[in-house]
C-alpha cells in the first residue's frame, strides 16, 4: 500500500537514470523494496534496468531479480554473462528461487551459470531441483529447512536451529528425521519456545503430520495446503526421506494461475498470455480458438444454407439468427462456469450427472420462459408476422434449455474422463450451441409457417 | 493428498451412521483432520451431520464447523440453540474464524449466541470484528497475537510469548509496540531463538515493516502480502495502534474469490454462485446478463432488419450472420480477458491507452488475415457468389480488427474511471460487437453486391 508506481516517479527515475548521478540513484533505491524495484524496472529499458541493479547489493538485486516477470528477467538476464549471473543474482537466493531463475535460460547458459558457483552445496541443491518436471512439488519446493535428529533435547535443537538458521529468511517449522533422514514429525518454532528446555524432541514433536511426495502435481499440493491450511509443508521421496519444503507464498502463484487458466480457456485463450507478450506468442494463443470458432460459423452457414429457401419467401427470420445464437452461447457459458468453478473449488457435490442436470434444467426453464415472454411481448408489438413472434420464442425456449443441459453436461463428462473440463467453456461451447441453435430456430420456424400460413 | 471422499466412503459412512453404532462412528472420525471430517459433512443431511459433530470434541466441532462451505454452515447451524453454538462451536475459535461464522447468523441469533459466551474478552475481540465493513483488513483479520513492550529483553519476550501463546495455533512473529499500544515494529520467532538472551527487544526488532490499515480493501491487503511474500501483516488502526493481524491462509480465499469473480463476469454470472446454491439464486445471478443479451439480439434484429430487401435478393448473406457475430464476440472476449487479467497482475505496463491499441491492432491483423483467408479459399471453392465471398472475407476483418480494439479500449477505459473492468468482458462486449459486427456485414454487402452486380 505504502508504495504506488506512478508516472511521475517512473519518470523521475529515468531522468536520474539518465544523469548517472550515483548519489541519486543510491537514494532513489535506498528505501526502497526489492518487490518495488521489480515494479519499476518492470517499466525500464535493459540498459536502465542494468544501472539500477549496478547500484545494489548483490543481496538487494537478486531479490529485485526474483520479484521480476518472467520475460523481463530473462531480457535483462540475457544482458550478463554467466559469471555475472551467478556472482550476481544467484548465489545469495534460496535454491528454490535460483532455479526459479535459471530454469529459463537456455541449456548452455544454465550450466555455464551453475558451474560458476562458489558454494557447491546450492550448486547441488539448484541442480537437483532443476531436475525435477515442471509441475511437480519438485520443482516448487526449495531445500533449505532445519532439519534435525529425534534423539536430541530441546536445548541442542535450538542450537542446532541457531546454526542451520543463518541465512534463512524464514523458519516456520524444525523438521525432524531418523537416521535414514525418513521424516519423522514436525516441531514448530512456538513449541520449541514454550517446551521444557530438557524434554527429547521425540517426546514432543508431532508425529501425525501431512507431507507430500516429491512427484505429487503442483495444484494438489496447492489444494492440499488450503484446504488443511498449511504455511509450509515437507516434501518427501519415495523411502519418505524428507527432500525439500513448499511454503504457501510459492502454492499462491499455483493458486492464482490455476484460477486464471480455467478463465483464459473460456475467453478462448489457449496459452497464458499477457499483454506485454510478443505479438507472435499472443496471436498463438488465440488463433486456435478462432479457427475453431470458423469452422463453427462455417457449419453455421451449411445449417442456414439449408433453409435458403425460407428465408427467401420469410426474410424476418433473418433477423433473430443473431439473437438465437448469442443466447445459445450465453447459458451454455454460465452453464459450464458454474460446473467447472465447481469442480475446481470441490464444491460440485458428489450426487452424480443425472441431479445436476434435473437441478439445471430447472433454472434454464425459469430463464427460458422469461427471455421467450419478452421476445413474444416485443414481436407481438413490433413485427407482423406472428408465425415469426411464436418462432422466435418457441426457438429460443428449446435453444436455452439445450444450451443449459449441454454446458451442464460436457464438462462433467470431461471431468470423468480426466480431461481439463475448462476446455469445454467458451468457444468451444458457444460454437456448438451456434450450430444447433440455428438448426432448431429454422426447423421450428418451417414448422410455424407451415402451420400459420 | 491422503484423503479421498470416495462414494463408497459416504455411503459407508451414512450406513454407520443410521446405524448409530458409537464405536464404528468414534473409529471413523478418530483419524481424520476436521477439514476432511468437513468434507464428508458437505455431503450429508442435516440429520446426519448432527451425529458427527455430535461425537466429535467441541475443539474438533468448532474446526470442522469453521472449515465448512457457508451455506451448509449455515443450515447446520441453523438446527442449534444460540446456547448450543456458543459452547459448541464459537468458544474454542480464533476470534475472526468466530466472527466468520457468526457473520452468517441473522441479527438476532448473533446477538444471542454472544451473550452465551464465557470467555468475555473473546466476546469483545468478536463484536469489534463484526462491526468491520464486509471486504475491509478489519472483517479478515484476527484479534489473537502475541504482543509484548519494546523496553523488555528478550529472556522477558519468551517468557511473555510462553504465556501469551497458550491457545495460538500459529505464531509467526512477536509484535512490540510502545505504551500507547502503538505499532514499533515485528520479531521473528527465529530471531528471538537466535538472539542474545540479554538483548534489549528495541535493539534487534525489525521497524522497517509493512503493516495494513483497518479499513484497507481486502484485495488491496492480498495483492500486497502476494507482492512482499509476506506471511502474516499486522493491522492497525487510524492512530497507529495495533488492532489485530492477517495471516496468508485468509488471504488466500481473498485471492481466489477474485481471480473467479473476473471469471465469473467474463462467463455472465453477476453474483458469485455454486451449483449447490438454489435454484432461486442461480438464476438471479445468471438473468441479468442473459437480458442484456437479449436486448441485443433485438437491436441486432433491427439492424439487419434495415437490411431486409437486401436479404430478399441475396438470401445467401444470411448464411454468414452466425459467423460474423461469433467472431466479433470471440476476438472481443480473447481481447479484454488479456487486458482485465493484465490489470488484475499488475503486469500491464504503464505505457498508456495508444501503444496498447496499437500493439492490439497488430495481432488483430494477423488473425484477421488469416481467418478472412481461410473463409475466402472455402466460399470461393463452395459458394457462386463472388460477392458474397468478398464481402464475408472483409466483413470478417473489419469485424475482428474492430472487436479486438473495442476488447482492448472498453476494460482500460472503465479502469481509468475505477469501474471494475471485468464488468467490460463476456455478455457485454459480445453483444455489442454483436451488433455493430452485423451492421458493418450488411454495409460491406451491400457495397459489394452494389459493385459487383
Given at each position: 500500500m505504502q508504495f504506488e508506481l506512478t508516472k511521475e516517479l517512473l519518470s523521475k527515475t529515468k531522468e536520474i537514470i539518465a544523469s548517472g548521478d550515483e548519489k541519486l540513484i543510491l537514494e532513489l533505491i535506498n528505501d526502497l523494496h526489492p518487490a518495488d524495484i521489480s515494479e519499476i524496472i518492470f517499466e525500464l529499458e535493459i540498459d536502465e534496468a542494468r544501472v539500477i541493479l549496478h547500484h545494489l547489493t548483490a543481496k538487494g538485486a537478486s531479490e529485485v531479480i526474483s520479484h521480476l516477470d518472467d520475460d523481463v528477467r530473462l531480457d535483462i538476464l540475457n544482458s550478463y554473462t554467466p559469471l555475472e549471473i551467478a556472482e550476481k543474482f544467484i548465489e545469495y537466493l534460496e535454491s528454490d528461487d535460483a532455479a526459479d531463475i535459471l530454469q529459463d535460460l537456455d541449456d548452455k547458459k544454465k550450466e555455464e551459470v551453475i558451474s560458476y558457483l562458489e558454494d557447491l552445496e546450492q550448486a547441488g541443491q539448484i541442480v537437483d531441483l532443476l531436475s525435477y518436471d515442471d509441475g511437480s512439488a519438485g520443482s516448487l519446493m526449495g531445500k533449505e529447512l532445519v532439519k534435525v535428529y529425534d534423539n536430541i533435547t530441546v536445548t541442542e535443537a535450538v542450537r542446532q536451529l541457531r546454526k542451520q538458521a543463518g541465512e534463512l529468511d524464514n523458519i516456520y517449522s524444525i523438521y525432524v528425521v531418523d537416521k535414514m533422514e525418513r521424516l519423522l514429525g514436525i516441531l514448530s518454532l512456538k513449541k520449541l519456545l514454550v517446551a521444557d528446555q530438557r524434554s527429547l524432541l521425540s517426546s514432543i514433536i508431532k508425529t501425525d503430520i501431512l507431507s507430500v511426495k516429491v512427484s505429487a502435481k503442483d495444484v494438489d499440493v496447492a489444494s492440499m495446503m488450503q484446504k488443511y491450511d498449511l504455511v509450509a509443508v515437507p516434501v518427501i521421496d519415495e523411502l519418505g526421506r524428507l527432500v525439500g519444503r513448499i511454503?504457501?507464498?510459492?502454492?499462491?502463484?499455483?493458486?492464482?494461475?490455476?484460477?486464471?487458466?480455467?478463465?483464459?480457456?473460456?475467453s478462448g485463450l489457449s496459452e497464458n498470455v499477457e499483454s506485454s507478450d510478443s505479438i507472435w506468442l499472443i496471436t498463438r494463443a488465440r488463433i486456435p480458438w478462432l479457427i475453431l470458432g470458423l469452422i463453427g460459423g462455417i457449419f453455421g452457414a451449411r445449417v442456414i444454407g439449408v433453409f435458403e429457401y425460407d428465408i427467401q419467401l420469410y426474410p424476418e427470420m433473418a433477423f433473430f439468427i443473431p439473437?438465437?445464437?448469442?443466447?445459445?452461447?450465453?447459458?451454455?457459458?454460465?452453464?459450464?462456469?458454474?460446473?467447472?468453478?465447481?469442480?475446481?473449488?470441490?464444491?460440485?457435490?458428489?450426487?452424480?450427472?443425472?441431479?445436476?442436470?434435473?437441478?439445471?434444467?430447472?433454472?434454464?426453464?425459469?430463464?427460458?420462459?422469461?427471455?421467450?415472454?419478452?421476445?413474444?411481448?416485443?414481436?407481438?408489438?413490433?413485427?407482423?408476422?406472428?408465425?415469426?413472434?411464436?418462432?422466435v420464442s418457441l426457438a429460443l425456449m428449446a435453444v436455452i434449455i439445450f444450451a443449459a443441459l449441454f454446458g451442464t453436461f460436457i464438462p462433467l463428462a470431461l471431468q470423468k474422463y480426466e480431461i481439463d473440463p475448462a476446455l469445454a467453456t467458451g468457444p468451444f461451447i458457444t460454437t456448438v450451441n451456434d450450430i444447433l441453435g440455428l438448426f432448431i430456430y429454422f426447423s421450428i420456424g418451417r414448422l410455424m409457417y407451415g402451420f400459420l400460413s
Open positions: 511454503t504457501i507464498d510459492d502454492v499462491v502463484d499455483v493458486i492464482r494461475d490455476e484460477a486464471e487458466k480455467d478463465y483464459q480457456l473460456a439473437l438465437v445464437a448469442a443466447m445459445g452461447g450465453n447459458v451454455g457459458v454460465q452453464s459450464s462456469a458454474i460446473v467447472v468453478q465447481g469442480l475446481a473449488n470441490n464444491s460440485i457435490g458428489m450426487d452424480g450427472i443425472l441431479p445436476k442436470l434435473l437441478k439445471e434444467f430447472s433454472v434454464a426453464l425459469i430463464n427460458a420462459l422469461v427471455c421467450a415472454a419478452i421476445v413474444l411481448v416485443y414481436n407481438l408489438i413490433f413485427s407482423d408476422s406472428l408465425a415469426l413472434s411464436y418462432t
